[in-house]
């Protein structure tokens, strides 16, 4: 009953292990790391929703009536696409953080920002 | 071409308006600058005298502004109350001018045209409080009043003045958002209208507790009306230059606070309906209790302008008695008190400021012997003092008697007391003043450098307080019109 | 024929002028027509507004595929009005951008900045205008995207990071909103909203609506910085270029509500919503805290900007709570509150943007002493925050008003209270800044400022003039938000 579910328990497992990294690192690499499989998770839990049980690729085809649903993976391309420019622009912006601050440790950061802070206020 | 009486009161509105432009625009040159705020001022005197004869026969004109919200609108009827009031305020603009460029020439003042902008505007708030035909428009310029007096208040800009611009704008913002305007918001909501109606608007609609409740709100939710413990921000207003104080206490703010509190009892409560509030008498006696303990504070004090600002914490709350005693003679005395108590306190402001401006002198204990180097000046202040205690032949007299009248029509015996007391409180708060500018012999160590051998303050000061001085003693002798109006206070018209 | 594209060409002129901007190799060129394309959105949403503000509600098939398999675009009175803020905003926002990115932006990032603006805008419009789930999840992450790159584009380096954490936490927000409406897919197999809302209520007990109901929630609140997870937001709106705050500081949250509100009313229903899922008793005291805490916070900001971000936070929790009182007058007043902060942040961040032109930033202690040094400036941004505080005459005055009535409607006068003391708060937030460019002197080693160019100050004050036009004439906010509530409420009152 419960392993007839099994891949909602690989959505969760993936969910949590994505939103553990996302909040528990300090690195902010591993931070979109953690980011990327938090958003994969959703694409499994989208694509695994479209599958049919017995059901082939939605080819038109002789002698296939059972086809998997098609729009859910239509839509995860989509949120693939999506998920890619996420990452890109995350990507970029840590760059420059690197650039920047010269880390890209988060706790090292909000210290650089606390000096600057102090300055500006003397 | 005929002013029909909505034109007039459009007029009243805009003319202290254009008069603030024209101000900005003259900035560069100080005469044409003052030339305006004069001409301005008469103007306004003249308007606003012109609706008088409408009002007298019975008219209530009445005009609407814009439409806030469905059924809510900006819009403004002249009713006896606000005749009143915006004569009053009318009539002194233009001696309060006159005295503003002589004082503030004389001590040679900074931001002079701010000064004069803000002033006009105050004025057209003014009317606007005066004139309002709901409680929301009066709100309004309730707070257009705050804001615009603000930057007078804290002219002087250094850190002192900037301090008690806070406390005024702390207390008198805070009560009238927190307190205030639930209560135009809970007339609204259990009425429907905020209109000021003759006999009032809520019979039927709130009674019982909730009706005391609501009525305390307005009454500490004015909180220009200055009633203990909303007083605060009158003493902390004094670091005001003093025609601004006279402004204050005389024409503008703590007048637009009272002249709320009648009008709210008159033409929102009615006062049939507030008789049947359970423990309306306690509001009654706080009025009471300011009345005299403002007067005892007023004893302690020794800078002059102090000493006044609890003169005026005490005098207001005369009216609020007169309002909440619930009678309709003690309703005439408020009416009339607006009025009096304006042209008496400004002649004594006017005095004050005078007095400073010739001998930069602030403190009673130093005034010893000045009344022979300024006669005029203590002249007035002597006439302002006893229109205060109301003795005749000054005009306060006028309108204690009918306090007194209405209180002993209600059997409000602790307000006849209060009433009595605080005359002696008054003689004897005043009396020493007048006693040692006369009687007593100069102090020559009193004299501060530079003033040794002052004489009288300049000329537009001198005249303008003349002119009040002898206002007061004219409206002792001649009531009628006043008299006329505060008697249609709260009248339904035939 | 052209109107009957309309709702599309809204959402596809300013997707297709997006890459446009860039392609063209101009600066001025790609402003100049960016500008153009603004005011062309602003212009089809008010054709839009007016074909739909009776009631009627217009139908879009994309490429023709009838829904629910294709995507369908509809507008009725909420989306057109939303549409109108949005494309209103911008309207002002990219005309006023050219001359305040030249301080604030390196001038190879402005072409840059117009095409990230622009899809911004576009995915704004798309959200409020689909009638898709899916499609709008992506076009919110079109705007979240665009917003990130904008955000990350201020001078300071904290600008990163503070784009950095809005992309995390809106990813994460978005992610939940995907899950919530693949779940709704999982149920119904469908994702048009109106066959959605057909669907949906013979699922009432299901778990896995339920689970959607609760994603759905939480990532619409992470995007409209409900307490607490509003902690991207003030230093997102810190630390973005001034134009960019005033773009998505008075668009983005409110786009976000209306797709809340857009769910919890007509995909989900008010019946699921509030009876089933009692979303009102999550809702209310988070509006509660975030209107505390949020003013609570801004009374200490030393950085204006992070101040009035603080203030947002509060002002969210404005509408959230009139959401959860669950009447119409409640929903009116958040719907109104939709286009007034609209107007009152939109107005005060492009002032800021003018000081912070002239000045170099806005801190408060650097403004000392603009009152004189940029009149236009300050007195623009006094307005707003007399908008902000909900001083009558202002647009802050009538939500205000329509939040207090629901709270007395419903009988909840603690709220009442509440919605007062803020007010009250807002007072203290925003006097403190009043007070130190009015009453403080310019120290004398800073450097002489003039005041900010008519670029600047004409968008500005034209959004503060909105600020008083409506708040005096507020028929058409009031109407359409009126109309909307009532729709929304769908005749099946509570």
Redesign the interface.
């Known amino acids: 009953m419960i392993l007839d579910l099994y891949n909602y328990w690989v959505v969760i497992f993936l969910m949590m292990s994505g939103?553990y990294t996302?909040i528990a690192s300090n690195h902010?690499i591993k931070?979109i790391v953690g980011?990327n499989i938090?958003?994969s998770s959703?694409f499994m839990?989208?694509i695994s929703?479209g599958k049919v049980a017995g059901g082939t690729a939605p080819i038109a085809a002789e002698g296939i009536d059972t086809y998997s649903n098609p729009?859910?993976h239509v839509?995860i391309l989509?949120?693939i696409v999506?998920g890619i420019?996420?990452t890109s622009?995350?990507l970029a912006?840590?760059i420059?953080?690197k650039e920047?601050?010269d880390t890209v440790q988060e706790n090292e950061?909000l210290e650089l920002?606390r000096i600057s802070d102090e300055e500006?206020?003397a | 071409m005929m002013l029909t009486p909505q034109d007039l009161i459009l007029l009243a509105l805009c003319i202290p308006l254009l008069t603030a432009f024209a101000i900005f625009f003259t900035n560069p040159w100080p005469n044409v600058r003052e030339g305006f705020t004069l001409v301005g001022s008469v103007l306004l005197f003249f308007t606003v005298a012109a609706l008088t004869p409408h009002i007298l026969a019975g008219e209530r004109p009445t005009l609407a502004l814009a439409e806030i919200l469905p059924g809510l609108e900006i819009s403004f009827t002249v009713e006896p109350l606000g005749m009143i009031f915006a004569l009053v305020a009318a009539t002194l603009w233009p001696i309060n001018s006159l005295y503003s460029i002589g004082y503030m020439r004389a001590n040679n003042e900074h931001k002079q045209t701010r000064f004069y902008i803000f002033f006009a505007i105050a004025l057209s708030s003014v009317m606007g409080i005066a004139f309002a035909g709901n409680l929301l428009s009066l709100f309004v310029f309730y707070e257009v009043l705050t804001l615009s007096t603000y930057p007078l208040v804290t002219h002087a800009g250094h850190e002192k003045a900037r301090n008690a611009g806070r406390v005024y704008l702390g207390i008198l913002i805070s009560t009238s958002i927190g307190l205030l305007l639930p209560a135009v918001i809970w007339v609204w909501y259990v009425s429907g209208t905020t209109d000021f109606t003759p006999g009032g608007i809520l019979e039927g609609h709130i009674s019982g507790p909730l009706l005391t409740l609501l009525a305390a709100l307005f009454v500490f939710g004015i909180g220009k009306a200055a009633v203990m413990p909303t007083h605060r921000w009158l003493p902390a207003a004094m670091v005001a230059p003093t025609p601004v104080s006279a402004l204050l206490h005389a024409v503008a703010v703590v007048k637009a606070g009272v002249f709320s509190v009648v009008k709210v009892v008159a033409y929102i409560f009615g006062l049939d309906l507030l008789k049947t509030a359970p423990g309306i008498e306690w509001l009654l006696y706080i009025a009471c209790f300011t009345v005299v303990v403002a007067s005892i504070i007023a004893l302690q004090q020794d800078n002059l302008k102090k000493r006044l600002a609890y003169s005026t914490i005490s005098q207001l709350s005369y009216v609020v008695m007169g309002a909440l005693i619930l009678a309709p003679l003690s309703l005439i005395g408020a009416s009339l008190h607006i009025a009096v108590h304006a042209f008496g306190k400004i002649t004594l402001f006017f005095a004050a400021g005078s007095i400073y401006t010739a001998s930069k002198k602030t403190n009673i204990s130093q005034l010893a012997g000045i009344g022979r180097r300024m006669p005029w000046t203590m002249t007035a202040f002597t006439i302002g003092a006893i229109s205060m205690i109301a003795l005749p032949p000054a005009a306060g007299f006028l309108s204690k008697w009918y306090l007194l009248l209405g209180a002993s029509q209600e059997q409000q015996y602790i307000a006849m007391g209060v009433i009595v007391l605080s005359t002696l409180l008054n003689a004897a708060y005043f009396v020493p003043v007048i006693y040692s500018a006369f009687l007593k012999p100069e102090d020559p160590n009193q004299l501060i450098e530079h003033k040794r051998d002052h004489k009288e303050s300049p000329l537009p000061m001198v005249i303008a307080l003349t002119m009040t001085a002898a206002a007061t003693i004219l409206l002792f002798l001649f009531p009628g019109l006043v008299y006329e109006l505060a008697q249609a206070v709260g009248v339904p018209v035939s | 024929m052209i109107n009957e594209h309309l709702p599309a060409l809204q959402v596809v002129v300013p997707l297709l002028a997006a890459p446009i901007c860039f392609l063209i190799l101009n600066n001025r060129l790609s402003w100049l027509f960016a500008s153009l394309v603004s005011w062309l959105c602003f212009a089809m949403a008010i054709l839009l507004v007016m074909e739909v503000k009776d009631g009627a509600v217009l139908h879009y098939e994309f490429g023709g595929w009838a829904p629910p398999w294709g995507i369908e675009y509809s507008v009725d009175v909420l989306n057109a009005y939303v549409l109108l803020i949005v494309s209103g905003i911008a309207a002002v926002v990219f005309p006023y951008s050219w001359t305040s990115i030249q301080k604030e932006i390196p001038e190879s990032h402005h072409r840059i900045y117009f095409t990230a603006m622009m899809l911004c805008l576009a995915g704004l419009l798309g959200m409020t205008i689909t009638g898709d789930a899916f499609n709008l999840f992506v076009l919110l992450e079109i705007s979240s995207l665009s917003s990130y790159t904008l955000i990350s584009l201020g001078r300071d380096r904290r600008a990163l990071t503070a784009s950095f954490q809005y992309l995390i936490m809106g990813t994460i927000g978005a992610t939940f909103i995907l899950i919530g409406v693949g779940l709704l897919y999982a149920l119904t197999g469908t994702l048009n909203m109106a066959d959605l809302a057909s669907k949906i209520p013979a699922l009432e007990g299901s778990r896995t609506l339920q689970a959607a109901f609760a994603f759905l929630v939480v990532g619409f609140g992470l995007k409209l910085a409900m307490f607490p997870l509003h902690l991207w937001l003030p230093n997102a709106y810190a630390f973005a270029p001034s134009a960019v705050s005033a773009f998505i500081g008075s668009t983005a949250t409110k786009v976000a509500i209306y797709a809340l509100l857009r769910f919890l009313y007509t995909v989900f229903g008010a019946d699921f919503s509030f009876n089933f899922m009692q979303v009102q008793w999550l809702l209310m005291p988070l509006a509660v805290a975030s209107i505390l805490f949020a003013s609570m916070v801004a009374m200490f900001q030393d950085g204006i900007k992070r101040l009035l971000a603080y203030s947002s936070v509060a002002q969210i929790g404005y509408m959230l709570l009139g959401i959860s009182l669950v009447n119409i007058t409640g929903l009116t007043g958040t719907l109104l509150h939709l286009f007034n902060h609209a107007l009152m942040k939109g107005g005060l961040f492009l002032t800021l943007g003018a000081i912070a032109y002239r000045v170099g930033d806005t801190r408060v202690k650097s403004i000392a002493g603009l009152g004189q040094a940029m009149p236009f400036t300050m007195g623009a941004f006094v307005v707003g925050a007399l908008s902000l505080i909900g001083v009558p005459l202002t647009v802050g005055f009538i939500s205000k008003w329509y939040l207090i009535l629901a709270t007395l409607e419903k009988g909840y006068w603690p709220l009442t209270v509440l919605i007062i003391i803020s007010s009250l708060m807002a007072v203290v937030y925003t006097w403190r800044i009043i007070e130190t460019a009015y009453f403080q002197e310019r120290p004398a080693n800073a450097p002489e400022v003039k005041e900010a160019p008519l670029s600047l100050l004409i968008p500005a004050w034209t959004l503060i003039a909105a600020n008083l036009y409506f708040g005096i004439n507020s028929r058409l906010s009031t109407d359409l938000a009126t109309g909307a509530a009532k729709m929304l409420f769908g005749g099946s009152l509570l």
């Open positions: 939103f996302l902010l931070k980011l938090f958003q959703v839990l989208y929703m729009l859910p839509l989509t949120a999506v420019a996420t622009l995350a912006l840590v420059r953080i920047s601050y950061i920002d500006t206020q």
